[in-house]
C-alpha cells in the first residue's frame, strides 16, 4: 500500500510580498485566503485612522487643527513603514496575521517603534565602527559617502513622523545593495554589506589596493578617485585571479606574468570548469586569509554569480584583460607622456594648480599631476608653480619613469651637459649653480637612486644627446 | 483592494473628520449674538459648504471643529463685522484662514494666527478682507518664510527636541 503524506500548506509567503507594502499586501492575500475578517479589516483601517490622529495632534505640538494632506500622507506613510518592519519580522506570515486578527494594532505599531529605533541605535554603532576602520583611498563618494552623507541621515532621521525616509546622498555603490529597502531598513543593510567589504579589504595592504585601482582607473581611462566603484568587487575579482594564477590569496597586484600563465590556465575552458575553478579559488581565499564569519563567506560566494558571466563573455571575446587588472610596470606607472600636442588652456592649468595647492598629502599631489597633466611644458610649468613643497618634489619624482627623470635631467644639468657632455653622469651631480627650486630637489633626488636605475637615466640621457647633438 | 486606498487621505479620514453639523455651527450665534450677529440655518449650512471646500482647495486635513468657534469668539467684537455681511465675512476668514495655513508653511499655531489676522483685520486693514488677504497677510507670510530660510540655512541649527510618542 502506497503512503500518503499529507503536508501542512502555508499559502502564505513572506517572500511574495513588496517589502515597502508589506503589511497591506499581506493583508489582502490574507483576506483573499479567507485567513481575515472583514471586521478585522474595519478595526484594522479604524486604528490606522486614530494613530494618523494622535500622531498630528503630536506634530503639531496640539496648535494646529489641521495639516497639509502631503504632511498627513508622509506621518500615514511613516505609520505603515513602522508597522511593516513588525510585521515582516514575523518569520511565519500567519503568525502576523494572527496578531492582526486579535485587533492590537496601536500594540503593533509600538512595537514596530521600538524595533525601528532599535535598528537606528545598532545601526549608529556600526557606522562609528565603520568610520573607524575606514579604508585609506582617495575615492572622493567613498570618502563623502562615510564622512558625510551617513551622519547627514543619522542627523535628520526621524522615526516618529517620517521613518520611511531614506534622505542621504549616498554615492558610493555597494557590491550588492538593496536599493528597493527604504528608512532605517536600507541603511542598516547598506552598513552591514559596507562593514563586511570593509573587513575584506583591511586583509590587504593599503599601497597593494592603490595599486590596484591606479591601474584600474588606467584600464578603464578613468580617475579612480572619481568614479563610482566598488573597492571590494575589484579586490576580489584580482584575488581570484591571483590563486588562480599563481595561488597567491593575499597579492591583488597581478603583474604581466602572472596575467600570462592565468590566460595559460584558462585558455578553452567552457563554463562549468571555469565555474568550478572561480568556486575553488573563492574557497581557497576564504580559507588562506582565514575569514570565519559566515556572513562574509557567503557574501564572497555570491559573487559568483556576478563574476561568471562576465568572465565567459572576455574569455569568448578575447578580452580577460578588462575583467582581471592586470598591473602596468612601475616605470611607467603613472604614464605621464610628454606629449607636447596636449598643453592645458589657461584655466584648466589654474584649477590643476588649485587642486594641487588644496592637496596636503605629498603623494596625492603625485597623484593629481599624474592625471592632469600630459605635456613637458605643463610639467615644468606645474613644477614652478609654488605648489610643491620640500619633500612634495621626490614624491613626484618617485612615480616617474626612466625616460621622464632623463628629460627632467637634460634641462636641469643642462650648463654640465654643454660643458663636457661626455663626462656627464648622474652618479656625481651636485645642486652648485641651480637656482630653481625644482632642480636643486632633482638633483638631492638622484643621489637617493640605486646605481643600476642611475645608469639607465644616465644612459637614456647620453643616448638622447647623440640623436640630437644640437640640445638646448 | 480589499484595504482601501489609506494614501487617499480623503476618503481614509472619513470616520475620524468631525463633521460640521448644521446645529454646531448655529450654536456659534450663542456667542456672536452678544455683538447683534446671527447667521440663520441657511447661511450656516453655506458656512458648512465654504468651510468644507476650502480645506480641499488648499489642500489640507482638518481633525477638528475647533477653528469655526475660534474665528466667531475671535472676530466678532470687531467693530467692522455687520450683520449683512456676517456670512459673507466668516466664510472669506475661514478661506483666508487656511490659505494662511499653507502661506506661512505651518510654522504659526492656529490661535496665534487668528490673533494676527484680527489685529490686520481691526487695524491698518479697517475691516478690508482683500486688504487682509492680498497685502498684510501676504507680505506677513512673504517675511516669515525669508525668516524661516535664514533661520533654517544658518550655519548652527538648534537640533529638534526628540519626542517619545508612545
Known amino acids: 500500500m502506497t503512503k500518503t503524506f499529507i503536508d501542512k500548506i502555508t499559502p502564505l509567503s513572506r517572500h511574495a510580498f513588496n517589502p515597502n507594502h508589506y503589511t497591506l499586501e499581506l493583508i489582502n492575500e490574507a483576506s483573499r485566503l479567507g485567513l481575515i475578517d472583514q471586521k478585522s479589516l474595519n478595526n484594522f483601517q479604524t486604528q490606522i485612522m486614530s494613530l494618523l490622529t494622535d500622531l498630528i495632534i503630536k506634530y503639531t505640538k496640539g496648535e494646529s487643527t489641521s495639516i497639509k494632506v502631503e504632511t498627513a500622507q508622509r506621518i500615514l506613510g511613516s505609520i505603515l513603514y513602522v508597522i511593516d518592519t513588525h510585521i515582516s519580522s514575523f518569520e511565519n506570515p500567519e503568525d502576523a496575521i494572527e496578531l492582526i486578527n486579535a485587533g492590537e494594532i496601536k500594540m503593533i505599531y509600538k512595537d514596530g517603534l521600538d524595533l525601528v529605533l532599535a535598528f537606528q541605535k545598532e545601526t549608529e554603532t556600526l557606522y562609528q565602527e565603520i568610520k573607524n576602520n575606514k579604508l585609506d583611498i582617495p575615492i572622493k563618494a567613498y570618502q563623502s559617502t562615510i564622512d558625510d552623507a551617513l551622519p547627514g541621515f543619522f542627523k535628520i532621521y526621524d522615526a516618529h513622523f517620517q521613518a520611511q525616509d531614506t534622505m542621504a546622498g549616498i554615492d558610493y555603490p555597494l557590491l550588492f545593495d538593496e536599493p528597493d529597502l527604504q528608512g532605517i531598513v536600507y541603511i542598516k543593510q547598506y552598513l552591514e554589506k559596507l562593514s563586511l567589504e570593509t573587513q575584506f579589504c583591511r586583509l590587504f595592504p593599503i599601497e597593494d589596493i592603490g595599486r590596484v585601482l591606479l591601474d584600474y582607473g588606467r584600464v578603464y581611462c578613468l580617475d579612480y578617485r572619481d568614479a563610482l566603484i566598488n573597492i571590494f568587487e575589484i579586490i576580489l575579482t584580482n584575488c581570484i585571479f591571483s590563486v588562480l594564477s599563481s595561488n597567491q590569496a593575499r597579492q591583488p597586484v597581478i603583474t604581466p606574468y602572472k596575467y600570462e600563465l592565468l590566460c595559460d590556465r584558462l585558455n578553452g575552458l567552457d563554463h562549468p570548469q571555469c565555474l568550478t575553478l572561480v568556486s575553488d579559488a573563492i574557497e581557497t581565499l576564504i580559507s588562506d586569509l582565514c575569514i570565519d564569519q559566515a556572513q562574509l563567506k557567503n557574501y564572497m560566494r555570491d559573487y559568483v554569480a556576478v563574476l561568471m558571466p562576465r568572465l565567459m563573455n572576455a574569455l569568448n571575446h578575447n578580452s580577460l584583460a578588462n575583467v582581471v587588472i592586470v598591473a602596468v610596470e612601475k616605470d611607467v606607472e603613472l604614464d605621464i607622456v610628454f606629449d607636447e600636442g596636449s598643453i592645458m588652456d589657461d584655466e584648466s592649468f589654474r584649477a590643476l594648480v588649485d587642486q594641487i595647492i588644496e592637496c596636503e598629502d605629498g603623494a596625492e599631489k603625485a597623484a593629481i599631476i599624474a592625471s592632469g597633466v600630459r605635456s613637458l611644458g605643463d610639467f615644468i610649468d606645474v613644477l614652478e608653480a609654488d605648489c610643491l613643497f620640500d619633500d612634495e618634489f621626490s614624491c613626484l619624482f618617485n612615480t616617474l619613469g626612466d625616460m621622464e627623470l632623463s628629460i627632467l635631467a637634460r634641462i636641469a644639468f643642462i650648463e654640465d651637459l654643454r660643458s663636457d657632455p661626455t663626462a656627464f653622469s648622474l652618479q656625481n651631480i651636485t645642486n652648485e649653480g641651480l637656482e630653481i627650486e625644482w632642480q636643486i630637489e632633482l638633483a638631492k633626488f638622484f643621489p637617493g637612486l640605486d646605481s643600476y636605475r642611475l645608469q639607465s637615466i644616465d644612459h637614456l640621457i647620453h643616448s638622447s644627446l647623440q640623436a640630437k647633438p644640437g640640445l638646448g | ?166
Open chain 2, 1 to 166: 483592494m480589499v484595504v482601501k486606498n489609506l494614501l487617499d487621505i480623503y476618503p481614509s479620514m472619513g470616520s475620524n473628520i468631525e463633521k460640521l453639523t448644521l446645529g454646531e455651527v448655529l450654536n456659534t450665534n450663542l456667542e456672536s449674538q452678544k455683538y447683534g450677529l446671527m447667521l440663520n440655518a441657511v447661511e450656516a449650512q453655506e458656512l458648512i459648504g465654504a468651510r468644507n471646500q476650502a480645506i480641499r482647495n488648499h489642500g489640507r486635513v482638518e481633525l477638528s471643529i475647533g477653528v469655526v468657534h475660534s474665528i466667531v469668539s475671535i472676530f466678532c467684537p470687531s467693530p467692522y463685522i455687520n450683520q449683512e455681511e456676517y456670512a459673507f465675512t466668516l466664510n472669506e476668514l475661514l478661506d483666508i484662514f487656511y490659505y494662511m495655513k499653507n502661506e506661512t508653511e505651518d510654522t504659526i499655531g492656529d490661535d496665534e494666527l487668528l490673533g494676527i489676522m484680527k489685529d490686520y483685520f481691526n487695524n491698518s486693514c479697517q475691516g478690508s478682507l482683500e486688504l487682509l488677504k492680498n497685502r498684510e497677510m501676504t507680505g506677513y507670510a512673504n517675511k516669515l518664510r525669508r525668516e524661516n530660510q535664514a533661520r533654517d540655512y544658518a550655519p548652527e541649527r538648534n537640533s529638534n527636541d526628540d519626542q517619545d510618542i508612545y
